[in-house]
């Protein structure tokens, strides 16, 4: 049921993984400039997390998202970003 394709051309499960990706790196990204407590900086990824991969989702089919070669890089430069500043 999930691997149905929409009238976007990709199908929802490579949709959700997409933003799932992208909303862990932007969250990877942010949530240290927030706190500097780990613990709650973990917990406040994990309670975000599901809210925030439907919404972006969501939005993403509303707006005929397609998974094509731009979204794969920008996903992929996102995460060279995160790697880049969890490297110290």
């Not at 051309?9 to 992208?22: I, R």
């Amino acid at each position: 049921m999930i691997a149905t394709t929409p009238a976007s051309g990709s199908s929802l499960n490579n949709l959700l993984l997409y933003h799932f990706l992208l909303v862990t790196a932007i969250a990877l990204l942010i949530l240290p400039f927030v706190t500097d407590n780990k613990i709650f900086e973990l917990m406040l990824l994990l309670t975000m997390q599901i809210a925030l991969t439907c919404i972006s989702t969501l939005i993403g089919l509303s707006m005929k998202h397609r998974l094509n070669r731009n979204a794969v890089t920008f996903l992929f430069a996102i995460w060279m970003l995160v790697w880049c500043v969890h490297v110290n």
